[in-house]
Every structure is written in structure tokens, then in C-alpha cells.
T-cell receptor, first 114, second 108 residues
Framework: DSGVTQTPKHLITATGQRVTLRCSPR?????VYWYQQSLDQGLQFLIQ???????AKGNILERFSAQQFPDLHSELNLSSLELGDSALYFC?????????????FGEGSRLTVL | GENVEQHPSTLSVQEGDSAVIKCTYS??????FPWYKQELGKRPQLIID?????GEKKDQRIAVTLNKTAKHFSLHITETQPEDSAVYFC???????FGTGTRLQVFP
């Protein structure tokens, strides 16, 4: 158990819909990263938050948004869903405060868009 | 933009042989280079990492080497075992951009 909690574990929805994925980082970790992993694909970096502020952005679509709340949990919002958005979405937290450090991944949220 | 290339995409070895996976990165400002192992259906987990002030790091059967001038780093697994079978990812930089992964299969 990494200490990172993601909900829901599985989600099935239709094209055009909107979903919210939730992540609770490890206790004390200020950094949260979001990654997308499509079938047999690598880990695509979406976005990173540090202590409530956006720190870095990757190839995140405009239809996707995220935020980190004062209690440090984070949410990834996916809207106007398309078939190609079906993937495993990982959240990871890190205790690193300055330089990059070890990521602790959650179990992922598997999104299926029909 | 920042890019991390990883080779090979698949690697099959006999138990007891060595396995080497290589990565190159584009961002010369990168200072942190971790390797993650992802078993089937599970989350990625860190197996070893290296910072740019070090050229090599070892942890039992696993080692990582870094060549900052050439902007490449490698994972070496010696005396491979069937339980080493997994997908291995390299990553680089503060954003932790990941490579595309290497599926390692170790045959008994």
C-alpha cells in the first residue's frame, strides 16, 4: 500500500459526459502528479500541483482540468469525454519539496468511455 | 518540448542473464533520473534512482549509470529472475517525464 488513495477505481461513462477523479496523497506529501496510461502505453504526464499551486503542465487537453485543495487532495476533471480518453489515470504524490523525488503511485482509476 | 526515449520496447532474456535498458533525454537541465517497475495490473513502483552528481548507483542486482554529457542513462539488471518480468519505465527531470516503457520477460 503506497498510502495514496484514488477513487473511483473503475468508471464507465458515455461520450460527451464529464467525470471527476479524486486523489488523496500520502500524509505529509505536498506534491501531486497526474498521469494517463492508455492500453500498452507509457505514462503520459498531465499536470503537477505543489501545496495547492500548479507547478508544471504536460500534455493535458483543454477539456481536462485539475486542482489541489487546501487539505492537499486533488481532483482531475475530464469533460466532453471521447472514446480515446479511455485509460488508466494515475495519481502520485511525492515528499520532495524542492528537487524532484520518489513518486508514490495510487492504484489508478480506470476510465472506460463507451 | 521535453522528451525521453527508451529502448528496447521489449526484451526477452533467459533466467540468470543480464538485461540492459537505455534511455535518452532532451532537457539538459534534468538532474533526477528514476526507474520504475510496473507489474501487470499494478501501480508503478520506484526501484532505483540517480541524481546528476553521481555517475553510477547500485542496489544488489540493479544498477543505473548516467552520462550527462551524452544525455543518456541505463538500467542494468544482473542474474535476472522470473519475478523481474514486468514493464520498466525510466523518467527524467523535475516534471518526471516518463519513457515509453520496456516489457522485460525472463524465461526460466
Amino acid at each position: 500500500d503506497s498510502g495514496v488513495t484514488q477513487t473511483p477505481k473503475h468508471l464507465i461513462t458515455a461520450t460527451g459526459q464529464r467525470v471527476t477523479l479524486r486523489c488523496s496523497p500520502r500524509s505529509g506529501d505536498l506534491s501531486v502528479y497526474w498521469y494517463q496510461q492508455s492500453l500498452d502505453q507509457g505514462l503520459q504526464f498531465l499536470i503537477q500541483y505543489y501545496n495547492g499551486e500548479e507547478r508544471a503542465k504536460g500534455n493535458i487537453l483543454e477539456r481536462f482540468s485539475a486542482q489541489q485543495f487546501p487539505d492537499l487532495h486533488s481532483e482531475l476533471n475530464l469533460s466532453s469525454l471521447e472514446l480515446g480518453d479511455s485509460a488508466l489515470y494515475f495519481c502520485a504524490s511525492s515528499p520532495a519539496t524542492g528537487l524532484a523525488g520518489e513518486l508514490f503511485f495510487g492504484e489508478g482509476s480506470r476510465l472506460t468511455v463507451l | 518540448g521535453e522528451n525521453v526515449e527508451q529502448h528496447p520496447s521489449t526484451l526477452s532474456v533467459q533466467e540468470g542473464d543480464s538485461a540492459v535498458i537505455k534511455c535518452t533525454y532532451s532537457d539538459s537541465a534534468s538532474n533526477y533520473f528514476p526507474w520504475y517497475k510496473q507489474e501487470l495490473g499494478k501501480r508503478p513502483q520506484l526501484i532505483i534512482d540517480i541524481r546528476s552528481n553521481v555517475g553510477e548507483k547500485k542496489d544488489q542486482r540493479i544498477a543505473v549509470t548516467l552520462n550527462k554529457t551524452a544525455k543518456h542513462f541505463s538500467l542494468h539488471i544482473t542474474e535476472t529472475q522470473p519475478e523481474d518480468s514486468a514493464v520498466y519505465f525510466c523518467a527524467a527531470g523535475d516534471k518526471l517525464i516518463f519513457g515509453t516503457g520496456t516489457r522485460l520477460q525472463v524465461f526460466p
